[in-house]
Nanobody, 117 residues
Framework: QVQLVESGGGLVQPGGSLRLSCAASGLSFSIYHRGWYRQAPGKQRELVATITSARNTHYADSVKGRFTISRDNAKNTVYLQMNSLKPEDTAVYYC???????????WGQGTQVTVSS
């Protein structure tokens, strides 16, 4: 059974920083692509960042230059470092893993990030 658990969310002031973590279990994840998505109230879930097995990265334009995705394969963990946070970054953040062998994307339960003064 594949399980992904996000952590590190919370309340932060505009301009502040948070680091999200996503710990995975049930597979060896080093060869798989990983990603972060977010969903704000009243909006569709959207891509934030992705990282491949080769550590190539992609970012949404809205977070480029402020967020950094990374991975620690030994810990089966992917991170999202979020700097210069804005109120519009407020959302539930979800991590995922894409398993090519069965064409399946697995999702975590999400962690709330609130940016407010």
């Amino acid at each position: 059974q594949v399980q992904l658990v996000e952590s590190g969310g919370g309340l932060v002031q505009p301009g502040g920083s948070l680091r999200l973590s996503c710990a995975a279990s049930g597979l060896s994840f080093s060869i798989y692509h990983r990603g972060w998505y977010r969903q704000a109230p009243g909006k569709q879930r959207e891509l934030v960042a992705t990282i491949t097995s080769a550590r190539n990265t992609h970012y949404a334009d809205s977070v480029k230059g402020r967020f950094t995705i990374s991975r620690d394969n030994a810990k089966n963990t992917v991170y999202l470092q979020m700097n210069s946070l804005k109120p519009e970054d407020t959302a539930v953040y979800y991590c995922n893993v894409a398993v090519r062998e069965n064409d399946t994307v697995y999702w975590g339960q999400g962690t709330q990030v609130t940016v407010s003064s």
